[in-house]
């Protein structure tokens, strides 16, 4: 999924929760989303590392 796509669905989880008056679910949800976003983007580089080193070897 491209960035402007979590842009998306943070706006719609944003204005959801102005409507239900759940703001701090919607801050919680945010930092979870953000935190699978660095956890994927980690795994990520560490694909690459290790296809790196197995096609060096």
């Given at each position: 999924m491209s960035n402007w796509l979590y842009g998306l669905y943070a706006l719609v989880l944003g204005i959801v929760s102005i409507i239900t008056g759940e703001i701090?679910?919607?801050i919680m949800?945010?930092?979870i989303l953000i935190s699978l976003q660095n956890i994927?983007?980690?795994l990520r580089e560490l694909v690459k590392i290790?296809?790196?080193n197995i096609k060096g070897s």
């Open positions: 701090i679910t919607f949800l945010g930092f994927h983007r980690v290790n296809q790196a």
